[in-house]
């Protein structure tokens, strides 16, 4: 079983920034993409960003300029500093990750809980 752990939503100001944080943990092998997708109330996930183990980044045009995803591979961890955060940007934001549990296992797809991020005007 594998468990994301998301950390680092909360309330800020249009202009503000905010660094999330998702941590990944029990049966890992290996992890191939990470990333980030968000969901605003009454509208589809949609992607944020993603990172690929080499390093290889990909941004919804929306958010380019303005947010940076990065990972520590070692600590099994993806991040998304979060900069000139717009009311637009309020939404839950989720980790998913890809995941091979063994060494003869194919890589699999989980998701965090979410964390609320909330921009005020």
């Known amino acids: 079983q594998v468990q994301l752990v998301e950390s680092g939503g909360g309330l800020v100001q249009a202009g503000g920034s905010l660094r999330l944080s998702c941590v990944a943990s029990?049966?890992?092998?290996?992890?191939?993409?990470m990333g980030w997708y968000r969901q605003a109330p009454g509208k589809e996930r949609e992607l944020v960003a993603t990172?690929?183990?080499?390093?290889?980044?990909n941004y919804a045009d929306s958010m380019k300029g303005r947010f940076t995803i990065s990972r520590d591979n070692a600590k099994s961890t993806v991040y998304l500093q979060m900069n000139s955060l717009k009311p637009e940007d309020t939404a839950v934001y989720y980790c998913n990750t890809q995941v091979a549990p063994a060494a003869s296992s194919g890589y699999y797809s989980y998701w965090g809980q979410g964390t609320q991020v909330t921009v005020s005007s």
């Open positions: 029990g049966s890992i092998f290996s992890i191939n993409e």
């Open positions: 990172i690929t183990r080499s390093g290889r980044t």
